[in-house]
Nanobody, 119 residues
Framework: VQLQASGGGLVQAGGSLRLSCVAS????????RAWYRQAPGKQRGLVAR???????DYAGSVKGRFTISRDNAKNSWYLQMNSLKPEDTGVYYC??????????????WGQGTLVTVSS
């Protein structure tokens, strides 16, 4: 399974972007789909995640501005980012996991897409 993230780019503060991630190959519909962000000089951190049942969690800094969604039929998930701020700049990575054989847990990462927000 490979994850392909897209949708990044350069946007002015206050603007919007929509990130997409599509999984190639078979991936179970359960588990989390998520977006992580790595800002320059910082560690990668969770931005938003969504469960198979549609439950969502957001980092405090993006709550109310970003919305994560998923389309299991298309093996895809999305991050709608509104009211972007310069501090949202970073490489955004998509992530997926689901139960594997026995008690294992399988995880996947996309290659990252760069979001740059200018002031």
């Amino acid at each position: 399974v490979q994850l392909q993230a897209s949708g990044g780019g350069l946007v002015q503060a206050g603007g919007s972007l929509r990130l997409s991630c599509v999984a190639s190959g078979s991936i179970a519909s359960g588990g989390y789909r998520a977006w992580y962000r790595q800002a320059p000089g910082k560690q990668r951190g969770l931005v938003a995640r969504i469960t198979g049942g549609g439950g969502t969690d957001y980092a405090g800094s993006v709550k109310g501005r970003f919305t994560i969604s998923r389309d299991n039929a298309k093996n895809s998930w999305y991050l709608q980012m509104n009211s972007l701020k310069p501090e949202d700049t970073g490489v955004y990575y998509c992530y997926a996991d689901h139960p594997g054989p026995g008690s294992s847990w399988l995880t996947y990462w996309g290659q990252g897409t760069l979001v740059t927000v200018s002031s």
